[in-house]
């Protein structure tokens, strides 16, 4: 009499199942969360290393060149930089932190303010002197800035 048993999963299927569980993981974790850093990253520690008083040259020499200049009453360097994020692959960015950092010079091509303008509250805020901007020139251009940034 021939026994017959019942057919039991193999070992072999083991390791299979193993890798397709982890080659799913790896095309759906490319799926999520991905960040986006664009135009100047402000490295740690550089807007301590220009003191006021320091030159135009030693801020080009520490910060890099500047996204852009205005000479309009004074001179002013700003660096922008935008960060955003995209919870899943395909869908659309969203802005988590826009900033510019903005060096202003006076008549001698001095340094006489640093500012890091940043969004707080919906509201542009400057985090060097934990102070929101009031009307004027700067606060217009820097609107602009936040408002139509190419980043």
């Known amino acids: 009499m021939n026994s017959a048993r019942p057919s039991s999963p193999s070992r072999a299927a083991a390791p299979v199942a193993v ?5 799913l993981g790896l ?3 490319g799926c999520f969360s991905e960040t986006y850093q664009k135009g100047y990253i402000v490295p740690d520690g550089a807007l301590e290393q220009v003191p ?3 030159t135009q040259e030693q ?6 060149t500047p996204s852009t200049v205005a000479t309009v009453s004074g001179e002013a360097f700003y660096y922008i930089s935008q ?3 995209r919870p899943v692959n395909f869908m659309p960015q969203t802005v988590t932190d826009q900033r510019v950092v903005a060096v202003y010079f006076d008549k001698n091509r001095r340094v006489q303010r ?3 303008y940043g969004m707080k509250d919906g509201r542009i805020f400057d985090f060097v002197s934990r102070t929101t901007p009031t009307g004027g020139k700067d606060v217009a251009y820097l609107n602009a800035i936040f408002k139509l940034s190419p980043f």
Do not use: F, H, K, T
Not at 19 to 23: D, N, Q
Not at 59 to 64: A, E, F, R
């Open 19 to 23: 890798a397709a569980v982890v080659a």
């Open 59 to 64: 801020v080009l020499i520490v910060l890099g």
């Open 114 to 116: 640093l500012a890091n």
């Open 52 to 54: 006021i008083g320091s």
């Open 83 to 85: 960060r955003s994020e």
């Open 27 to 29: 095309m759906l974790g």
